[in-house]
């Protein structure tokens, strides 16, 4: 039980720590060039998916077993915490659009727990 715990703490972490890294390339470019935010979205949302796959190859690698279960608790405890960002600090509800992200992130998160588990196998 231990692996399985530390696994979702270290893919969450993950998570946050790559999603942090490319936070700050992004607004690097956006800052320093003339490109918009607008032309970025789609690059950001590939990412964003990248590294919930990431953190959740991470947990299921780390924990060794269940892997559906560590990513996809990662991602859901990504998840959480931007939806409670959100609410607490820009007072904004969640929107129909958002929701569906944050389950595709979660699903993505699993895929990757899976993959993980298959990786760390000795088999």
Known sequence: MKSFSYGIMYGTLAIFVFAAACSLVFSLILRFSSLTEASLQMTITITSFIVLFIGGFV???????KGWLTGGTAGLLYSLVLMT???LGYDAGL???QLVYHLC??????MG???????SSTK
């Open 59 to 65: 947990s299921g690698k780390l924990s060794g077993q």
């Open 85 to 87: 960002y959100q609410f």
């Open 95 to 97: 929107q129909w659009e």
């Open 105 to 110: 992130f979660i699903i993505t998160a699993m």
């Open 113 to 119: 727990g899976i993959l993980g588990v298959n990786a």
